[in-house]
Each structure stands twice: as structure tokens, then as C-alpha cells.
């Protein structure tokens, strides 16, 4: 899959408080490797600001809000998340950042890959590059 999209998940309402779940390649186009968090992000931060080479990740905002900006090399586009039952598949070779977060935010993040530092794009002329050829 090579387009960012809103995915659902399964949500079972209770009235003793409601219950989402997430199976890898499941729900989402891809085993997870490795799940990372953000939190006690400051007013006005702005998180990621980089690529990935090969990973693919899904984020959900598990509690609170945030904006994650997406650039594909072609158009940019803003997804508001704000509840643990859905998330945003975001493939590799996009380009993402992630701002606006509400107090007490948590955004979690699955990884296709574990931790590789040189999986990262960090330069956006060289990411643009790569999306053109
Ligand atoms: P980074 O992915 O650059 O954060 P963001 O994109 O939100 O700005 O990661 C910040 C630091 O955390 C960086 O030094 C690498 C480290 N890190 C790990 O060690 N393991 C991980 O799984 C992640 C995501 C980051």
C-alpha cells in the first residue's frame, strides 16, 4: 500500500467503557515490529520532521489530539487525530510531521521495523530526490 489512509478499528461500546484492539496485518497492511509513544509534548512542539526508507508506521491518538502533516513528494495533506479507535497509516517515503498536540496527549506508533537510524530521512532535498526518480 503506497497511500496514507484513515484506517478503523474495531471498537466494542460497553458501559463500563468502551474497547479497541489492533492485530497486525490484521487491521493494518503490516506485522508490527516495534511500538513506540509520544507524550508530555510542550505547547506549540512539533514532532517527527523526517522520512523512513523502508519502515511503514500507524498512528493512533490514544488520548488527546494532535495534527499529523503528511508530504508524499507530491501533495501534502493533515490528518486530525483524536480518538483510539482509528489511526493513520502513513507508508514509507513520506514525509511526516506531527504538531497541534492537546495537554496530556498520547500518540502511539507502530513500526513495520525495529530501531534503525539510518532508516531515516532527515534531509528533505535528499527525500525529495528519492520521491522523483
Ligand atoms: P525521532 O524518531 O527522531 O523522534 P521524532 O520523529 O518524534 O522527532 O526519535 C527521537 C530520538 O529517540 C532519536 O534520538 C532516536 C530515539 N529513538 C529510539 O531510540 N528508538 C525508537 O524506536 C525511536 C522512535 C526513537
Given at each position: 500500500?503506497?497511500?496514507?489512509?484513515?484506517?478503523?478499528?474495531?471498537?466494542?461500546?460497553?458501559?463500563?467503557?468502551?474497547?479497541?484492539?489492533l492485530?497486525g496485518?490484521?487491521?493494518i497492511?503490516f506485522?508490527i515490529k516495534r511500538v513506540y509513544?509520544?507524550?508530555?509534548?510542550?505547547?506549540?512542539?512539533?514532532?517527527?520532521?523526517?522520512?523512513?526508507?523502508?519502515?511503514c508506521e500507524f498512528i493512533i491518538?490514544?488520548?488527546?489530539?494532535?495534527?499529523?502533516?503528511?508530504?508524499?513528494?507530491?501533495?501534502?495533506?493533515?490528518?486530525?487525530?483524536?480518538?483510539?479507535?482509528?489511526g493513520?497509516y502513513?507508508?514509507?517515503?513520506?514525509?511526516?510531521?506531527?504538531?497541534?498536540?492537546?495537554?496530556?496527549?498520547?500518540?502511539l506508533i507502530c513500526s513495520s521495523?525495529?530501531?534503525?537510524?539510518?532508516?531515516?530521512?532527515?534531509?528533505?532535498?535528499?527525500?525529495?530526490?528519492?520521491?522523483?526518480?
Amino acid at each position: 500500500m503506497n497511500e496514507s489512509e484513515i484506517i478503523n478499528l474495531p471498537k466494542i461500546e460497553d458501559d463500563r467503557g468502551n474497547l479497541s484492539f489492533l492485530e497486525g496485518a490484521s487491521h493494518i497492511p503490516f506485522e508490527i515490529k516495534r511500538v513506540y509513544w509520544i507524550y508530555d509534548v510542550p505547547g506549540g512542539e512539533t514532532r517527527g520532521g523526517h522520512a523512513f526508507r523502508e519502515s511503514c508506521e500507524f498512528i493512533i491518538a490514544l488520548s488527546g489530539s494532535f495534527d499529523v502533516v503528511l508530504y508524499d513528494g507530491q501533495k501534502e495533506t493533515r490528518h486530525h487525530l483524536a480518538r483510539g479507535y482509528y489511526g493513520l497509516y502513513v507508508p514509507k517515503l513520506v514525509w511526516r510531521s506531527m504538531e497541534n498536540f492537546s495537554t496530556n496527549s498520547l500518540a502511539l506508533i507502530c513500526s513495520s521495523t525495529s530501531y534503525h537510524d539510518d532508516d531515516y530521512l532527515r534531509d528533505f532535498n535528499e527525500f525529495k530526490g528519492l520521491t522523483h526518480e
